[in-house]
């Protein structure tokens, strides 16, 4: 999987920088059955999945508290 490093901003305070590790959704499609059957397939998605690297670096908050009140903001 791939994934990208961002920065997001504090919740708390709005001044300091958080850093995360996001790996976005993707598609997955997969083929079943044999020839003689006919071909099926399905898909599904993935969900997204976000790593808080640190907590922020102006108010002090911990990676913990950051990552539930991202949570409960539903940014993450």
Same mark, same amino acid.
């Given at each position: 999987? &791939?994934?990208?490093?961002?920065? !997001?901003?504090?919740?708390?305070?709005? *001044?300091?920088?958080? %850093?995360? /590790?996001? =790996?976005? +959704?993707?598609?997955?499609?997969? &083929?079943?059955?044999?020839?003689? !059957?006919?071909?099926?397939?399905?898909? *599904?998605?993935?969900? %997204?999945? /976000?790593? =808080?690297? +640190?907590?922020?670096?102006?108010?002090?908050?911990?990676?913990?508290?950051?990552?539930?009140?991202?949570?409960? *903001?539903?940014?993450?």
């Amino acid at each position: 999987m &791939r994934g990208e490093y961002t920065q !997001l901003a504090c919740s708390f305070c709005d *001044k300091g920088k958080i %850093e995360t /590790w996001h =790996i976005p +959704s993707v598609w997955i499609e997969k &083929r079943t059955g044999k020839s003689s !059957l006919g071909k099926g397939k399905s898909v *599904k998605k993935t969900s %997204e999945i /976000w790593i =808080i690297k +640190s907590g922020c670096n102006i108010c002090g908050k911990s990676a913990e508290e950051v990552e539930k009140e991202l949570k409960r *903001k539903q940014i993450i």
